[in-house]
């Protein structure tokens, strides 16, 4: 353990990891992470046909494909590739996957594969690409070039690759064309396996029909199916992705009082979706029944728990998971320096993501570009605009492209600094590189010029985003309501309010805080509780800001208490902010 003695404001005070020195005793570990393998069903020949009727069909009177299948070693659902095992590309393949990913036009990229030879290797080039390309989750090119061997080929397609093209319009929220693909397969003659209902469930899950996924769970039991882990882990995956946290929270205990094993990339999930919740205190929860059930971690939930700690800022707590993955044999990864840089950023150090990023390239692990936008935001967070701009060169230095992401950072930096010059100037940037600014772009700039007081320049980027291609949503709205009510606008600040129904828009806790913070500035109590009620009514809840908020509004005792008591009741998790 390695202790930091430095005062400066900029590292953590009690960082084990900050100030590192290199012959510092850390544990490495050279041993890999083992993939593990997925149960097979043994049910995987029943399968429901169009008409929803279940059935049974011998593999061994089917036809065979006219092809290879990866000669056995074929994609599966949730295993092998995500966990490290990828395929090898032959220099046909490369060349192949190469031509694929720089053209757009699909007629070019069929006439490309009419060409191809119909041998065995060239199926198992194919399917190598489309798993490659599903690595990098390309999944337009996925589809073009299944739907290829499906309509123009002589292959005859096998459930792989039937899997791997639901898995793509899946993706892309396709949930009909996903549909189509199943039915594809029953015509087939091709088996559906697990997979393929766990993919289909997940398809129907990421666009919300959650009732379709349902009645294929409901009819898997009804004939005897039991859903394995594979097909939870599915239903969880897309519920998460569908940003249905709740459902997914309930599969997950469904899935236990089923008696069916959580695996360690069910547990690895709901650590994430507590993470992205900044429910650090759940996701470490999570991590101890995982350990529990005797649920061996791997190193992405080990990754995801210091991601779960670094949004929250919880250095220390982070430091803990990252030296806990080294005892038991894992070797932190670009990922995992990563996460732990990004506990320092959020907390404030940037210096102490400094320390991790140097230590990342001392042990060899080269730092991508994530690495390096997490710097520039660890400098823009602290306030040294012009370390984040060295970074931002650096990343251009090294051959790494800027992306939309590098650039909406950078373009923070400044703006908290309120250059609005140099903020014009990052943006204008962004459209020499090709980069078509965004939302969260856009907003920044409403931000910069409302916070200058440059109310002109303001109203125009609003207007723009308007009446052009660009969508204002939620929070640019709390930003001009939170301008307009710290500058005593507040009847612009009310009208921009009473609009939002009409752009089919619903106020947030940030909105309903940001407006009653314009009353509490001037001591209105009376107002800010007609807000804080109305609040209540929308079914909108408050959160410590609300609560700071509104004691900020009181000027006695007695309001005091009546905000306390009121927050307090409805509300538990609130006392931490609340005086005792």
């Not at 049974?56 to 990866?70: A, E, M, Q, V, Y």
């Not at 995801?304 to 044999?329: D, H, S």
């Not at 605009?385 to 373009?411: I, N």
């Amino acid at each position: 353990m390695i202790e930091c003695t430095s005062s400066h404001p900029f590292l953590e005070p009690r960082s084990r990891l900050a100030l590192f020195d290199c012959k510092s005793n850390f544990r490495w570990s050279s041993k890999k992470s083992q993939v593990q393998p997925v149960d097979k069903h043994k049910h995987d020949n029943l399968f429901l046909d169009k008409r929803g009727v279940w059935r049974s069909i011998n593999p061994k009177r089917l036809s065979r494909k006219k092809g290879g299948s990866l000669r056995g070693r074929g994609w599966k659902y949730g295993s092998g590739f995500i966990d490290g095992v990828f395929p090898v590309m032959s220099p046909t393949a490369q060349q192949l996957l190469d031509c694929i990913q720089k053209e757009t036009d699909a007629n070019t990229i069929w006439g490309s594969l009419d060409i191809l030879p119909p041998t065995h290797s060239t199926w198992d080039d194919l399917i190598n690409i489309v798993v490659q390309l599903r690595l990098s989750k390309q999944w337009d090119p996925i589809v073009l070039v299944c739907e290829w061997i499906l309509h123009r080929s002589s292959f005859q397609a096998d459930v792989m690759c039937y899997n791997l093209l639901i898995d793509a319009y899946g993706q892309k929220f396709q949930y009909k064309k996903a549909e189509s693909a199943y039915l594809g397969l029953l015509q087939a003659r091709c088996v559906p396996t697990e997979d393929t209902y766990a993919l289909l469930i997940r398809a129907y899950s990421i666009s919300g029909f959650i009732e379709k996924a349902e009645a294929i769970f409901a009819e898997m039991r009804k004939y005897g199916v039991p859903p394995s882990v594979v097909v939870y882990n599915a239903y969880i995956d897309g519920l998460m992705k569908g940003r249905n946290t709740q459902k997914a929270l309930d599969i997950f205990e469904r899935m236990k009082r089923d008696n069916c094993q959580p695996s360690t990339e069910t547990y690895t999930m709901l650590i994430n979706l507590y993470g992205k919740a900044s429910k650090s205190h759940m996701a470490l929860k999570i991590f101890r029944e995982m350990k529990n059930q005797k649920c061996k971690p791997n190193i992405c939930t080990y990754t995801a728990l210091i991601n779960a700690f670094a949004r929250e800022g919880l250095c220390e707590k982070a430091e803990e998971v990252f030296e806990e993955l080294q005892e038991v044999g894992h070797e932190p990864d670009v990922y995992t320096y990563n996460a732990l840089m990004e506990a320092y950023s959020r907390a404030g150090f940037p210096y102490g993501a400094a320390e991790i990023f140097s230590l990342m390239q001392h042990m060899g692990c080269e730092p991508d570009r994530a690495s390096y936008n997490i710097m520039v935001d660890a400098y823009g967070r602290a306030g040294l605009h012009e370390d984040a701009q060295a970074v931002f060169e650096e990343l251009k230095r090294l051959g790494m492209t800027p992306t939309m992401k590098s650039h909406m950072l950078l373009l923070s930096a400044y703006s908290k600094t309120g250059n609005v010059e140099k903020c014009e100037e990052i943006v204008n940037q962004m459209h020499k590189s090709g980069l078509r600014p965004d939302t969260f772009v856009l907003n920044s700039m409403l931000n910069t010029y409302g916070r200058m007081g440059q109310f002109k320049k303001m109203e125009e980027v609003l207007s723009a985003m308007e009446n052009g291609p660009y969508e204002a949503d939620i929070s640019t709205y709390n930003i001009l309501i939170n301008i307009y009510g710290r500058a005593g606008f507040l009847d612009k600040m009310e009208d921009l309010f009473e609009s939002l129904p009409s752009k089919n828009l619903k106020p947030d806790v940030v909105t309903w805080t940001s407006r009653m913070g314009a009353y509490s500035r001037k001591k209105l109590y009376t107002k800010c509780i007609k807000i804080f009620e109305e609040m209540i009514d929308s079914g909108c809840y408050p959160d410590g800001g609300t609560a700071k908020v509104l004691l900020s509004a009181c000027s006695s005792e007695d309001q005091i208490e009546q905000v306390t008591t009121v927050i307090r009741t409805m509300h538990k998790d609130m006392r931490t902010v609340l005086p005792v």
